[in-house]
């Protein structure tokens, strides 16, 4: 398309009597006597000659993210979209059904225009693989994407599938970030909770990380197991300060009623876990020791031993970043639009076969959802800056949701300053519950209606969205 100035009325002559017509007035606002029929065709918004001048074409910054969702077995918390195997058959057929996925989106030329710096193999358990498996998967990978520019590259695992020879097979396969599920540094609690693998298999894993060269390492710890006490809790703690890795996530523990746990809790099985406020002072009291020991909070959950450790991957998907996720269940955001592909292993290997798209729900989010979804992922990061958000939307975030903040605020979970709207220490604890109330109405609307027991407005849209984007 042409360069339009149709909008510069200096350049228009008036065609019946040659005159230039008046200049628009942008500032004031239009009146009778400043109606004109002449200063040019309108077609679209913003104006070019108003556009700044693009140095070179860039290609948006994008994560890839690919799901593994096989477990050696099932742990009682977990409520997680994954299957237990030991077949490395059926491991290998999700595999090339995850390869067919991959070969048909960058066929239809979505993922080669975004520039990969960050790529995640989550699960489930990507190291239930075989070692060959792991580098021959990494390396198909690499031959659909350009991954030249990758600055961060995690797998995750677990205590006792991560063995020397995978290890060194991630580590040539360009691993940099391993991210291992300790859970907790106790026998007693991690068997209570039925996490099978021992404390000396979490210290082997840390060892057998370090020696295949990876530096940056993640241990996920969960607050408020069935069993845990102050005193088990404060000893989980100390070894880890002791092993003190570079980035360490507490995840507080979320008793789901499709968990094993939740009904062994139920039939008096096992004992309940900890209550929200016991869990509450153990999250308080974790957070308080790694930042009296120079760890950095980076996310409600997070925390890193120097500020070049934070989780790129995740900082970038939850400022917004394209990320374009691979197999069941993953979750995808691509020009302003989430999708989520069927959660259900054999139907997703069916579609995918089938040479058919394997998203089964979406929405491109509208103006008033992208404000909304930035908070929800800006204060995952802690805080939402005001400027950065005036300059995403014209707006400042206070006067968009300020009912919101104000609310959050009294209830001392938010602080607002010249500069940002900021979580309290109290707000890092219910973080999540500071996002949903930045959920718009609609959704909160559907939501509430689903715990209801009214799913009905919810299984409309879901059918209307599918058929938007199909
Ligand atoms: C996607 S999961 C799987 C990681 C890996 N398969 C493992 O077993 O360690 C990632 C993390 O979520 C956390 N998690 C799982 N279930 C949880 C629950 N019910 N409550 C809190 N955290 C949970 C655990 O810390 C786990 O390491």
Redesign the pocket.
């Known amino acids: 398309m042409e360069k339009d100035n149709s909008e510069q009325p200096s350049q228009i002559l008036d065609s019946h009597s040659n005159a230039v017509p008046s200049p628009f007035p942008w500032l004031e606002g239009i009146g009778d006597d400043s109606l004109s029929t002449s200063r040019g065709f309108v077609f679209q918004f913003p104006p070019f000659p108003t556009l700044p001048q693009v140095k070179e074409l860039t290609r948006p910054t994008a994560g890839l993210y690919f799901h593994i969702p096989f477990?050696a077995y099932k742990?009682s918390?977990?409520?997680?979209a994954?299957s237990v195997t030991h077949d490395s058959r059926t491991v290998q057929r999700y595999l090339d059904a995850l390869s067919m996925e991959m070969g048909s989106r960058t066929a239809q030329n979505r993922a080669e225009r975004h520039d990969i710096r960050t790529m995640y193999i989550?699960?489930?358990?990507?190291t239930i693989l075989e070692p060959e498996q792991l580098s021959g998967f990494i390396l198909g990978i690499r031959e659909r994407f350009d991954c030249g520019r990758v600055e961060e590259f995690t797998v995750?695992?677990?205590?006792n599938t991560l063995t020397p020879e995978k290890a060194a097979a991630l580590r040539a396969s360009g691993v940099t970030r391993v991210?291992?599920?300790?859970?907790s540094f106790s026998d007693k609690i991690n068997a209570l909770n039925d996490?099978h693998h021992t404390v000396a298999e979490a210290f082997q894993a840390i060892k057998t990380a370090r020696q295949a060269g990876i530096d940056n390492l993640n241990l996920?710890?969960?607050?408020g197991?069935i069993g845990e006490t102050q005193n088990s809790w404060k000893e989980t703690i100390q070894t880890l300060l002791n092993v003190a890795p570079e980035h360490v996530?507490i995840?507080?523990?979320?008793?789901?009623p499709q968990?094993s746990?939740f009904k062994k809790v139920k039939e008096s099985k096992v004992q309940r876990p900890p209550s929200e406020a016991e869990r509450v002072a153990l999250y308080t009291y974790a957070r308080q020791k790694l930042l009296e020991n120079g760890y950095t909070q980076t996310t409600p959950n997070c925390f890193v031993r120097e500020p070049r450790f934070e989780h790129i991957h995740q900082s970038n998907a939850w400022s917004s970043l394209p990320l374009l996720g691979f197999g069941n269940s993953v979750y995808s955001f691509v020009d302003n639009t989430v999708t989520q592909n069927v959660s259900d292993i054999s139907t997703y290997k069916e579609l995918v076969s089938n040479g058919s798209s394997p998203v089964e729900i979406g929405h491109k989010l509208n103006a008033r959802e992208l404000m909304s979804r930035y908070c929800v992922l800006r204060f995952k990061q802690l805080r939402v800056v005001r400027e950065d958000f005036r300059k995403s939307f014209g707006y400042d975030v206070t006067e968009v949701f300020g009912h919101e903040i104000e609310r959050l605020e009294k209830l001392n979970l938010l602080t607002v300053d010249e500069t940002a709207v900021s979580l309290t220490t109290k707000g890092t604890v219910y973080a999540d519950d500071v996002c949903r109330t930045f959920y718009t109405p609609n959704v909160r609307q559907r939501l509430a209606e689903m715990e209801q027991g009214q799913p009905t407005s919810h299984i409309k849209a879901k059918s209307a969205l599918r058929l938007s984007l199909a």
């Open positions: 477990c742990c918390f977990c409520y997680y994954t989550g699960g489930g358990t990507p995750e695992s677990t205590p991210s291992i599920g300790v859970q996490r996920d710890l969960i607050c197991l996530t995840y507080l523990f979320s008793m789901r968990t746990a």
